[in-house]
Each structure stands twice: as C-alpha cells, then as structure tokens.
C-alpha cells in the first residue's frame, strides 16, 4: 500500500465519471462531492498482497500525522498513480472500505472517502509547513513483526460486496466454533483433562500446554541448528529470504534418502505420482474461492498483468489434474501423489526456525479420492498406520492429536477407539461442535522437544469440501455423476521437519552424555577407512573398492594427521562403523571396527564388514554420497 498524505486549508472533490464499469451508479447526494477544511486528504493505492496488517500500519502512520497537525476532517482518496503494483479492482474496493472503516475508528469519526472507480475533480490548499506532506510506502513483507504486535491476520479476499469487512470465511466460522480438549486412553475412555494423571505422560502434558499457550518461538537456539551445522548438513542462506535454506552435499544426501523412502513408500501403497506447477493464479475460480475460505501467507509472483501465489501444499495442482481425469467406481479410492520441492510459505518472521519452521519446504503430499464416507474410514485407519509405522521405523517419538467434529466423533467413537488402542497409549483429542474448516477429522503426530516444543509431523484428514470447490467427479455403479470424498495426508509431514526431530533426538543425547548418531541408512558415511599408516594403504584402497561395489557409503581417510585425530573426526561425524588397519589387521586381513551404536569394538573381515552395514540398512533406501571418497580431496562446508 502507499499513502501520500497532505494537510490542507481546504479540499474539495467531485465525481465526473466512471472509470470502471463494475463501479456502482452514484447517488445523488455522491454526485455532489465534498469539501473539508483543515483537513487530511490521504491519497491512498492498494496493491497485491495488502491485508489488514497492512491496513493497520497505515492507519498508525495516518492517526499519528493526523493528531500532530491537529486536523479536524480526513478524507480518503483512492488514488491509483501512486503505484504500478495494484491489487485487483475487486479486492482494491475491500481493502478501501475496510480501510475508511479503521479511519473512522482509530482517526477521525466523521472520515470520509471519495468514490472509487471513478474520474474527479479535486481542488486543494496543501498548507506549508514541515508535516504538510508526508509519503510512505507500505509493505505486507516487512511487518510481520508489527502484524504479530497488532493481532493481525494475514488473508486473501474475494470480491462480494462493498462494505465487506476483510475476514475470511474460515476465520468467522472459527470464532464461532466452541473447542475443548479431552484426553483418549487405549480402553477406550474420555477423561477431562484437569482428571487425567498426566504423571506416566509428562511428554502428552507438555503438548497440551503448547496448544493451549501457543507459544511459538524459541527463547534460545534449538540444538539442531548447530548440529546441522557441525554435520555439515544445512545452511542458512544470507542472500536469500529467511526460512531459504541451502543443503549441503551431505545433507542433500539425508535429504535425498527421506524423499526416495517416501516416495517408494507411496508408489507401493499404490499412488499414482505426479507433478504440477509451483505457482497459480490468483483469479482461477476454484482458487479464489479456496483462498477466502482458508487463507494462508503466500509469496506473490507477477507476471504480465497476472497475479500468482506460489504453491504451500500440493493440493492445487493434485486438484485440478483429478478434475480434469475421466474414473468410475471401479478406480477407487485414487491416490495422487507429489513430492514438492518446494512448498512455499511466509511465515512470521519471529516463528521462522531452523529446520522446524520454514518458508520454503519439501512436502510428500498424498491425496485420495474415495467412493465414500466408508471407504475414507477405511483409507483413514490405512494410513494412519503407515503414519505410525514411519516414525518407529526412523525411532521418532510422538504424541497424538485427533480434532474432530462432536457430532462425527459420536457417530464413530468405536473408530477412534480402535486407533488409539494400535499406539497403546494415551492421545489428545480437540472436539468442535462447528465445521470451520474444510475437514471433519484429522490427525497429527507431534514430536515434542527438549524446549517444550511440539512440532506437527504425520497428518491425515478427512475432507468434505473441496470436492465441491473444485468440482471432483466420479462415475458410480449407477452409471451417473457423484461426488467422491477426499482424503489429505502427509506421511512424514515435511521432510526438513524429519531431519529437525532425528537432529533434536541427537540433541537430546548429547545433553544426556550419550553418542549422538543417524539411522545408519540415513549417514552420509556409513564406513570410515582409516590406515594407522601408509604400508595399509593398498589394504584400504582394496576395501573402499569392495564396500563401495556393495552399496556402502565408504570413505577413506587418506590424510597424514596422527591416528587419534582421524578417529576423533569420525567420531564428530558420527560415523557408525569406523575401521582401523595395522599390521596386525593386514596380516588377519580384518579391521579393527568400532561400532558406534554399541561401544564395541570387532575385528571384521571385508565380507563380514559389509554383511553387518547391510543387515542395519536392510529394506532401507540407499543414495551415493556427492562427495569425493578421500578426505584429503574434500571441501569444508561449515
């Protein structure tokens, strides 16, 4: 938004003409204009992305300005050439009438506005002193922080009527929703949460009390920050904006591994894999009518005269293939499947964190059409088990949530019974009697850090709306149209998270002097070769070749630092099988092997070596390693 605003000894304005069709015909008391004296006019431009933070801002720097020049009147101007970035008419005329609204509240009662869409006629006497004049340029991007302060939300609006105050749907229907939190134990009882011995569940309390407080940003630094950085994993990148990141080659290599495991994991539940676009426009129907239902923080792309978001989810692209597809009764349920890379989100300044919470992400997204309620019940539970089985297959704990609608609960309380009583353990329930957003049921696994921190990872829900938005069809056993139900899910959630809650674990670790490590299908180095000097070299080099033609990621520390450093580096690095030759171990024509998991230490052939990496890896994903298998050869990158 931009603003110029003059204190003038008068202003007066007259309607002329329209100068948009869509503009509503005048009556006979705005045909005549206004004059003000000892007035503010604020020549006003509304541009793509503004919201009511925006607004806000303005209407501090409008109040301020209008109380130091002791004004009397305020009259807003629409002003269309302060600007080259406009928002759409449509949304321009929102923004003005909800802009004149916080003017008459926190300015001026008696505020007016001259009207939009049409030529005028103005005169003016700008008086001369040093406040008489003041520009400013407002932008939605760089006032998260003042947002945050204001209790502000950042949203996406459509064109209804004029007057429409600037709320979303979602967000109205949610202030009339009543929620209340009940806790689920594996027999299958309710308990009020101010009942319930939390004592054997310190982990299940701690997330309670971060939904409750909502408490989001860190008071310190999270430990995986500065083990993404040791590890040589992750970077933040300085000239991009934040919540960018940048990965390094070993990180690209965990990264990589995370996708490839998901994605096999998807195509053998049977998706169909995909890929779209990372931008959309803002003005394609179903959309727009998606957007003011649910808004989110988009970054905003220009291109000609058209106005695109990039892509949070999968979701648009996944919908509008499906709408666009010919299948039957018989095709059901249908799973599409992306992996995007990436997902695109502005988040708040203040909450963008490390790995945990970003701006742009990698998403496994899964959506699945289903013939009905019966079926998406069923694909539900499915996939809640693949949820569960995921995180204990990488070792990550988690709490549960389910938020469901009262009235969807009652009907199936022995459905959720049966899901609680799998994990065999206590979980969180969020009831609400209103439909606010677009699901009637959900889940989410949340890992809760060492900063009382709960991060939401696995999700499933059950939607019964954007069928309906983006017109999804199916042909039933009746041969005629219907309407399928539609099922989110993101296995893992996104993958940076995973890496944030396997680095935190590590955390945790090491605060409880123990030896941090990855999974080791997921270490970059899953093999360290080291020689205690030059006459095991060709020993070594005979190794690497062998470990490296079976599929183990092996290097080989070829440099001439003494023998306790190179192990000491290893270890740093978390290398889960460090092998050491000497003369002894050639003559054997063994290693001596540290196993990091457990302390111990093997004297292993090359055979045995590589039959122990592939009984830890076995049913695991496997990637090469970018980097060169000499240490001497590598860069640093921390």
Known sequence: MRILQLHCDYVAYKPKQRALKSVPELSEEEKKGSKLENAVIVFSSFEVGDNEAVLLEAIHAVKKNFDEVKAENLLVYPYAHLSNNLAPPSEAILLLNHFLKLAKEHVCKDAIKSPFG???????????????ELSKSISSQKIES????????KI???????????????????DKTKRYFKVMTPDGVMHDLDKFDFSEHSNLKTFYDYENKKVRAYSSEPAHMKLMREQELVGLEAG???????????????????EKKITDLMVDYGANEIESPIMYDFEHPALKKYLNRFPARQYIVQSDDKNFFLRFAACFGQ??????????YKQLPLRLFELTRYSFRREQSGEVSGLRRLRAFTMPDMHTL????TQAKQEFFNQYLLCVDWNNDLGIPFETAFRVQEDFFNENKEFYTKMVAHIGRPVLFELFDLRYAYFITKFEFNFVDQYGKATSLSTVQIDVENC???????TNSNGKKAKPILLHASIPGAIERVVFALLELQGEKIALKQKPMLPTFLSPTQVRLIPINEKQRDYCEQALSELSKHGVRVDYDDRTDTLQSRIREAETEWVPFVAVAGEKELMEG?????????GRQEKLSIKELIELVKNETLNQPFEKLSLPPYLSKRAKYN
Do not use: M
């Open 146 to 153: 003042t947002a945050e302060k204001l209790g502000a939300e």
């Open 240 to 258: 991009s904006d934040g919540g960018n990141l940048r990965w390094y080659p070993k990180g690209r290599l965990v990264k990589k591994v995370l």
């Open 590 to 598: 063994k290693f001596n092997v540290s196993i990091r998991s457990s």
């Open 370 to 373: 289903c013939e009905d309620l």
């Open 118 to 132: 049409y030529y005028k006629e103005f005169e003016l006497k700008c008086k001369g002193h040093p406040l008489a």
């Open 468 to 474: 309906d938005t983006f017109d999804l069809n199916y």
């Open 156 to 174: 996406i609006v459509e064109a209804v009527k004029p007057g429409q105050e600037l709320v979303s749907d979602s967000l109205k229907q949610e």
């Open 319 to 328: 919908f509008l293939i499906a709408h666009d597809a010919s299948f039957s």
